[in-house]
């Protein structure tokens, strides 16, 4: 438990100018804490290694953090999880899109689960309260995409396979 409150507070510290892209701006931290819920709560995961890199996991990716800091302060395993859901920011969106499909079948299955309850999280956001400027088609487009990559991490939960089914169902049709 002291494990996750400390990843929360250096999370929370690392996003704490960013905003999510809906209506409302929502502070970004909401993400983490939300798939660490959907993992905890949701699939009865009680990895601490898990929860634990579900919190930090776009640190790398979104903010100044380096791998070497969580090694550091959350150690190899939670580290090493979040270094196989975190993009290469350098290469084009498109690319990293594509790489997120072709690799979700051969990451972990601890970095396997955290990426499930991200595309489960991004789903429910998507659906409650897209981004402002996202057209019905653009919506559809992240919501097939998103299926895509959960098809390569099927089988390692069957729970929040099904939560992320039922989030793929309100997949939106029209403006």
């Not at 819920?37 to 290694?49: M, P, R, W």
């Not at 999880?81 to 969106?93: R, Y």
């Not at 396979?161 to 793929?168: L, M, Q, S």
């Amino acid at each position: 438990m002291n494990m996750l409150i400390r990843a929360t507070a250096f999370a929370a510290d690392r996003h704490r100018n960013q905003r999510r892209k809906d209506a409302e701006a929502s502070p970004y931290i909401n993400h983490p804490i939300a798939l660490a819920d959907v993992l905890a709560n949701e699939g009865d995961v009680a990895d601490e290694a898990v929860l634990v890199a579900a919190i930090l996991h776009d640190t790398i990716e979104d903010t100044e953090t380096s791998m070497d800091e969580l090694v550091a302060q959350f150690g190899r395993e939670a580290a090493a999880i979040v270094a196989e859901v975190t993009d290469d920011k350098t290469l084009p969106k498109a690319e990293r899109k594509r790489l997120q499909v072709e690799h979700a079948s051969a990451i972990s299955g601890k970095a396997q689960l955290v990426k499930l309850a991200d595309k489960i999280c991004n789903l429910r956001d998507i659906a409650a309260c897209p981004p402002a400027d996202w057209s019905v088609e653009r919506k559809r487009e992240y919501f097939d995409w998103a299926k895509a990559v959960v098809d390569g991490l099927r089988g390692v939960h069957p729970v929040l396979e099904a939560a992320f089914d039922r989030a793929y169902e309100a997949k939106p049709l029209a403006g």
